[in-house]
Nanobody, 119 residues
Framework: QVQLVESGGGLAQAGGSLRLSCAAS????????MAWFRQAPGKEREFVSA????????LYGDSVKGRFTISRDNAKNTVYLQMNCLKPEDTAIYHC????????????WGQGTQVTVSS
């Protein structure tokens, strides 16, 4: 059973920073692609960022490029999302997801962590 547990959400002011973490268990972490998605009230789920198992492949959604940085620590089975220059429109529930490999379908999701950015 794969489990993903997010943490690090909270309230931040516009222009501020937050760091999200997602701890994974139940599958060989270093082989898995890890990703972050977000969903704001009344909006569709949005892709934020993804990183391959070896960390060599990284993607960002257009709305977060240049502000967010994804990274992973395979020794700790954890993926991170450093969020800088936060904007009110970044307010959403952020979910961690995992896929067996790069370019494959995400098959497990975390419960999410709330990020709220005030103007």
């Amino acid at each position: 059973q794969v489990q993903l547990v997010e943490s690090g959400g909270g309230l931040a002011q516009a222009g501020g920073s937050l760091r999200l973490s997602c701890a994974a268990s139940g599958r060989t972490f270093r082989a898995n692609t890890m990703a972050w998605f977000r969903q704001a009230p009344g909006k569709e789920r949005e892709f934020v960022s993804a990183i391959s198992g070896n960390g060599l492949n990284i993607l960002y959604g257009d709305s977060v490029k240049g502000r967010f940085t994804i990274s992973r620590d395979n020794a700790k089975n954890t993926v991170y999302l450093q969020m800088n220059c936060l904007k009110p429109e970044d307010t959403a529930i952020y979910h961690c997801a995992t896929a067996p490999g790069w370019g494959t379908q995400y098959d497990y999701w975390g419960q999410g962590t709330q990020v709220t950015v005030s103007s």
